[in-house]
Nanobody, 125 residues
Framework: QVTLAESGGSSVEPGGSLTLACATN????????LAWFRQIEGKPRECLAV?????KATTTDAAMGRFSVSRDRGNLTLQMNDLNPEDSGVYYC?????????????????????WGQGTHVTVSS
């Protein structure tokens, strides 16, 4: 059973930074691929970053160069800088283990069968 638990979401002022963490046992699988997604109200869930077994981190255009992903022991972290109100939403950690996602679809929600409950981020003054 793959477990994921996000934390670190809170309210922050525009221009501020936040670090989200995802505590997970997915790193214990030989093949694992983890990702950060976010759901902004009224928009589809979008991928921000992917981190795989080869310790390769990839951020998407949605991260706009302001976000970075890394592993800290059993946590997948998402460092978010220069936040703006459009970044407000629910941030999710997702995982796929034992098999690789298709490379062309690794940013798709459908490639990840395991999800955390999400953590809320609010950016406002």
């Amino acid at each position: 059973q793959v477990t994921l638990a996000e934390s670190g979401g809170s309210s922050v002022e525009p221009g501020g930074s936040l670090t989200l963490a995802c505590a997970t046992n997915a790193f214990g699988y030989y093949i694992h691929c983890l990702a950060w997604f976010r759901q902004i109200e009224g928009k589809p869930r979008e991928c921000l970053a992917v981190f795989d077994s080869d310790r390769k981190a990839t951020t998407t255009d949605a991260a706009m160069g302001r976000f970075s992903v890394s592993r800290d022991r059993g946590n997948l972290t998402l460092q978010m800088n220069d936040l703006n109100p459009e970044d407000s939403g629910v941030y999710y950690c997702a995982a796929r283990v034992n098999t690789w996602p298709k490379r062309s679809r690794r940013f798709w929600t459908s490639e990840y069968p395991h999800w955390g409950q999400g953590t809320h981020v609010t950016v406002s003054s």
